[in-house]
Nanobody, 125 residues
Framework: QVQLVESGGGLVQAGGSLRLSCAAS????????MGWFRQAPGKERESVAA????????YYTGSEKGRFTISRDNDKNEVYLQMNSLRPEDTAVYYC??????????????????WGQGTQVTVSS
């Protein structure tokens, strides 16, 4: 099993920045890729970005490309999401997710094995 814990959410004004962190523990050696998705009230879950653990290949979806940057620190078993130029429509609960190498080596992954509890990001106008 892999446990994921997010941190770094909060309230920020439009145009501001936040850096989310996700710490992986447990069988983190089995992780092939990690990612972030978000879900706003009444809206569908939306993938944001993904990164492979070994090579560090990245993938971004939607309008976040160019504003958000995903990175990882394998020594710390952590993944980050740097979010710049935040907009009110970025308001959501942001979740970290991970997929094991035994489930898939496709990138971006189409499905994940593990999820964190989420961290709230609120962007005021």
């Amino acid at each position: 099993q892999v446990q994921l814990v997010e941190s770094g959410g909060g309230l920020v004004q439009a145009g501001g920045s936040l850096r989310l962190s996700c710490a992986a523990s447990g069988r983190s050696f089995s992780i092939y890729a990690m990612g972030w998705f978000r879900q706003a009230p009444g809206k569908e879950r939306e993938s944001v970005a993904a990164i492979t653990r070994n090579v560090g290949s990245t993938y971004y979806t939607g309008s976040e490309k160019g504003r958000f940057t995903i990175s990882r620190d394998n020594d710390k078993n952590e993944v980050y999401l740097q979010m710049n130029s935040l907009r009110p429509e970025d308001t959501a609960v942001y979740y970290c997710e991970a997929v094991s190498v035994w489930k898939t080596t496709a990138f971006p992954p189409v499905a994940y094995d593990y999820w964190g509890q989420g961290t709230q990001v609120t962007v005021s106008s």
